[in-house]
């Protein structure tokens, strides 16, 4: 059967990047994030098929890279191996945004191809199964099946059971919260989140500094979102984010994803919060140099106008938080 979901990219505010199992994709530490509106949505169809002779990718109306191939070929050898069928399958996938620019487009890819390819296929999913299977694509496409708040438990089992996301606030909850993207650079990152990941993880002394001090940052994001209390987020969102990026400094060979314009769009946000005496945004970057700036509807345009009069910036975007995966009925092909 010809099946189509949608899923949206997340952006976390407490970050993975680190795993306990490369196989498995296991990680070291919880994270959090919000899952983004229908401006960051990857679209995809998936149809199994016995005639087919290979997995057939195509990627925003092209034929994927043989890297892109074997990446979605092994997460369908998953997706099989679970359905305890053989079929190879025909996918096309489409962005609504630059893919592997630091947008998290792994994470709605993955989310959207784990629901269309498992009912594809014909296994039934609950949320958290499908949750954990989208993560044998990407880790932090886990987080993508649910909307509003998410968290993702990186579990205590070797065979990854109690590794998947949870729920912990709705969008409507949190409807007020925005995104400000400021795109840096659209291109393609030089280094990949999985080896970026490996050398930090294999070399930065301060790595376990950071799994230690990322527990206390979750308990106060934790019950942020329980309260709704941007403010009370805002400066462990600002720490964690400088906390990835300076164990990714701290690697070797380092890692460095962070451009000028990132920096100082840092300081901007600094003297913004210094002028109100209060933090009213908080910046975050992902394995890229983009900025996420959150903060709530009533600061969104002199966030946006801060980012307008600054050099460097390519695009500017305002996201608000959006829903979870979600079937369609018109296929991409
Ligand atoms: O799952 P990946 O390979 O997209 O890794 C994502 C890692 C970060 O975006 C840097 C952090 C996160 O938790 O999303």
Redesign the pocket.
């Known amino acids: 059967m010809k099946t189509t979901a949608a899923a949206n990219a997340?952006?976390?505010v407490?970050?993975?990047?680190g795993r306990r199992n490369e196989e498995l994709?296991l990680?070291n530490n919880n994270?959090i994030?919000f899952t983004m509106d229908s401006q960051l949505e990857t679209l995809t169809t998936v149809e199994f098929s016995e005639k087919l002779k290979r997995d057939e990718l195509d990627i925003d109306g092209k034929t994927a890279t043989e890297k892109e191939l074997k990446r979605a070929s092994k997460f369908l050898d998953v997706v099989r191996k679970m359905a305890g069928k053989k079929m190879f399958a025909k996918i096309d996938s489409i962005n609504t945004f630059p893919k592997a620019a630091?947008l998290?487009s792994?994470?709605s890819s993955?989310a959207a191809m784990a629901a269309a390819a498992s009912k594809a296929i014909g296994i039934r999913l609950n949320e958290k199964e499908l949750s954990a299977l989208a993560r044998r694509g990407?880790?932090?496409?886990?987080?993508s099946i649910y909307g509003g708040a998410v968290e993702?438990l990186a579990g205590v089992k070797d065979d990854g059971s109690d590794c998947y996301a949870v729920p912990l606030a709705s969008y409507e909850k949190w409807k007020d919260l925005r995104n400000v993207i400021a795109i840096t650079n659209s291109h393609e990152k030089k280094v990949?989140?999985?080896d970026?990941?490996k050398i930090t993880t294999r070399t930065s002394p301060l790595y376990p500094a950071r799994l230690s001090s990322v527990e206390k940052r979750l308990a106060v994001v934790r019950e942020a979102i329980k309260e709704n209390d941007f403010e009370m987020m805002a400066p462990a969102i600002m720490q964690e984010s400088n906390n990835?990026h300076a164990v990714m400094l701290d690697s070797t060979p380092p890692v460095i994803?962070l451009n000028s314009t990132s920096f100082k769009i840092i300081e901007k946000v600094i003297e913004l919060n210094d002028s109100y005496g209060r933090p009213v945004a908080a910046y975050t970057?992902?394995?890229?140099p983009n900025a996420h700036i959150y903060t709530t509807k009533k600061y969104e345009k002199e966030v946006s106008e801060i980012l307008e009069h600054m050099n460097g910036i390519e695009k500017i975007m305002v996201c608000k938080v959006g829903e979870g995966v979600r079937y369609l009925e018109k296929h991409l092909f």
């Open positions: 997340n952006i976390a407490i970050k993975y990047w994709i990680p994270s994030s630091g998290a792994s994470a993955f990407s880790g932090s496409a886990s987080r993702w990949s989140s999985t970026g990941m990835m994803y970057f992902d394995a890229g």
